[in-house]
């Protein structure tokens, strides 16, 4: 069976400080990988997604970037946290290819910027 | 470019029906979906339904495409309060780049 981790959980980071958000998922190869946010009040706003190593979207301009440095791994990152980046993450996958149509998520991460 | 629209709030007593409505703007899209998000938790699937269908039911769950109104509903028969959650509706479409949409979420109350 197929599984997403997503870590850490919760963290407090300062203003500017930098962010690395981590995400495997376990069972699967070549999967789609998708890092959305969910801010207090906004819904789910799709960050990045990705089809393969070395090709990932970006879909907001923002703070932030994404790498993709294995095939089942997909870090979020940034070298200088804004407060405005505070909010819930989620990291999701779905089969590669035609394989599939549902995206499957990860139990997120908090991050709040102080 | 895409949008899903939700409203955000929705409160009904226990034992009655829920419905959730989503409207979206991507005539291209394959498949929508409804998520449901418990408190501090990722998303869970629920269901989906294929853009070629108009009704798909499963158990206490029914969903209502209205393709040409790009209207979707979810309907939950006989609300419990574990049914208390934000729902997200969905769409994407097979255009080669797997993009999933989502909508803002409906936050349900069940009252008991």
């Known amino acids: 069976s197929q599984t997403i981790h997503q870590w850490p959980a919760t963290l407090v980071q300062p203003v500017g400080s930098p962010l690395s958000l981590e995400c495997t998922v376990e069972?699967?190869?070549?999967?789609?990988l998708y890092w959305y946010r969910q801010a207090a009040g906004r819904g789910l706003q799709l960050l990045f997604y990705?089809?393969?190593?070395?090709?990932i979207s970006s879909e907001v301009p923002q703070n932030l970037s994404a790498s993709r440095p294995q095939d089942r791994q997909f870090i979020l990152s940034s070298k200088k946290l804004l407060l405005s980046d505070s909010g819930f993450y989620l990291c999701?996958?779905?089969?590669?290819?035609?394989?599939?149509?549902?995206?499957?998520f990860g139990e997120g991460s908090w991050l709040t910027v102080v | 470019g895409e949008d899903v629209e939700q409203s955000l709030f929705l409160s009904v007593r226990e034992g009655d029906s829920s419905v959730i409505n989503c409207t979206y703007t991507?005539?291209?899209?394959?498949?929508l979906y409804w998520y449901k998000q418990e408190p501090g938790a990722g998303l869970q699937l629920l269901t989906y339904i294929f853009s070629n269908m108009d009704m798909k039911q499963d158990q206490r769950l029914t969903v209502l495409l209205n393709k040409k109104d790009k209207h979707l509903s979810l309907r939950i028969a006989d609300t419990q309060t574990g049914d208390s959650a934000i729902y997200f509706c969905?769409?994407?479409?097979?255009?080669?780049?797997?993009?999933?949409?989502f909508g803002t979420g409906t936050r349900l109350k069940v009252l008991a």
């Open positions: 969905a769409e994407s479409s097979a255009s080669g780049t797997y993009k999933y949409i």
């Open positions: 990705s089809i393969g190593i070395d090709q």
């Open positions: 999701a996958w779905r089969w590669g290819g035609t394989g599939g149509n549902t995206i499957y």
């Open positions: 991507d005539s291209s899209s394959t498949y």
């Open positions: 069972g699967t190869s070549n999967p789609n």
